[in-house]
């Protein structure tokens, strides 16, 4: 059964129509909200949240009917906001604790589950002191901390790795990529970073102008696409590319790893790329089927859009 069902959902801001009609059903696992800024990303979130009425179309949770049972729905999921949720003047300890508090817990499981949360992303040694004394990294963990306190199944993220140095928004990914994977929470990763959603995710919605325009598998979205192919050479390159482009063959250099992507013509052989590197004096040190990539896939559904 789909944890997540939305059907012909509309929402507006006054003039301006963010969601126009989406339509898509969720399941468990890790999914990605993939799209530019203002797409309806974050729209789509605060709707699932029942902080937003949509205009029509239908909403359901977990089986649940949104907005009717918002407060239902929400004792059940995690959300970590895009923007900074926590108070500086106090400790990280005090914060999840009055946060469990709010989802009904009583003081003492609180207060286990905040220390046990805590350790869990990493902040265990810093759980007492003042949240204004925390870097970025540090308000992040906070914030992940805070939506998985009162122990959700579903959890949804809005941009997670805002503001992180590369080192931190690796462990803030792999961090979120074990909840999944392990915890079997049901992750829904928002963001406009394609590299975040293809570490995490195992399927991916894609979103431009407030409607679906593709969803799927990545591993279908990045199937190995026909007639294209990734080869390096041993050496003499420029005269096994001036032999191929005769025969119409049409390439680009890949980086970083300096390799050829070729696209054979219609009637083109993939024995005809090893003949030309015979007939120049080289051979083929490396060849696969080329994959298309997150991005080229997300450039091309836009284009299409």
């Known amino acids: 059964m789909a944890l997540i069902e939305l059907e012909e959902l509309v929402v507006s801001y006054g003039g301006l129509r963010a969601?126009?009609?989406?339509?898509?059903?969720?399941?468990?696992?890790?999914?990605?909200?993939?799209?530019?800024?203002?797409a309806g990303k974050s729209t789509i979130i605060k709707t699932l949240l029942g902080f937003i009425r949509p205009e029509s179309g239908?909403?359901?949770?977990?089986?649940?009917s949104l907005p009717d049972n918002?407060?239902?729905?929400?004792?059940?999921?995690?959300?970590?906001?895009?923007?900074?949720?926590?108070?500086?003047?106090?400790?990280?300890?005090?914060?999840?604790?009055?946060?469990?508090?709010?989802?009904?817990?009583?003081?003492?499981?609180?207060?286990?589950?905040?220390?046990?949360?805590?350790n869990y992303v990493g902040l265990g040694e810093s759980r007492y002191r003042n949240m204004e004394?925390?870097?970025?990294?540090?308000?992040?963990?906070?914030?992940?901390?805070?939506?998985?306190?009162h122990d959700p199944k579903l959890l949804f993220l809005d941009e997670p790795t805002n503001g992180l140095d590369p080192d931190g928004r690796i462990e803030m990914l792999e961090l979120v990529r074990e909840i999944a994977s392990r915890r079997g929470v049901t992750v829904i990763l928002s963001?406009?970073?394609?590299?975040?959603?293809?570490?995490?995710?195992?399927?991916?919605?894609?979103?431009?102008?407030g409607r679906v325009i593709r969803d799927g598998l990545l591993s279908d979205l990045m199937a190995p696409q026909d007639h294209r192919f990734e080869l390096r050479l041993r050496d003499?390159?420029?005269?096994?590319?001036?032999?191929?482009?005769?025969?119409?063959?049409?390439?680009?250099k890949v980086q970083p790893s300096g390799n050829l992507?070729?696209?054979?013509?219609?009637?083109?052989?993939?024995?005809?790329?090893?003949?030309?590197?015979?007939?120049?004096?080289?051979?083929?040190?490396?060849?696969?089927?080329?994959?298309?990539?997150?991005?080229e896939a997300f450039i091309e559904a836009i284009g299409e859009d």
């Open 191 to 209: 963001s406009h970073l394609l590299p975040d959603v293809q570490h995490v995710c195992e399927r991916v919605v894609m979103i431009n102008r």
């Open 133 to 149: 004394t925390y870097s970025t990294g540090m308000l992040q963990r906070v914030k992940l901390a805070q939506a998985l306190v």
């Open 236 to 252: 003499l390159e420029p005269e096994f590319l001036a032999n191929i482009s005769a025969r119409g063959v049409s390439w680009v």
């Open 261 to 295: 992507q070729v696209t054979l013509p219609d009637g083109m052989g993939t024995g005809d790329l090893f003949e030309a590197a015979r007939s120049v004096g080289t051979q083929v040190r490396h060849f696969r089927p080329s994959r298309q990539s997150l991005e």
């Open 58 to 64: 239908h909403v359901r949770v977990m089986g649940l």
């Open 70 to 118: 918002a407060l239902q729905v929400r004792q059940r999921m995690g959300y970590m906001p895009e923007r900074e949720a926590s108070s500086p003047k106090i400790s990280a300890v005090s914060f999840l604790t009055y946060c469990g508090r709010l989802f009904g817990m009583s003081r003492v499981d609180a207060m286990e589950r905040t220390h046990e949360v805590l």
């Open 19 to 38: 969601l126009n009609g989406v339509t898509c059903s969720l399941s468990e696992g890790a999914v990605g909200l993939l799209g530019p800024n203002g």
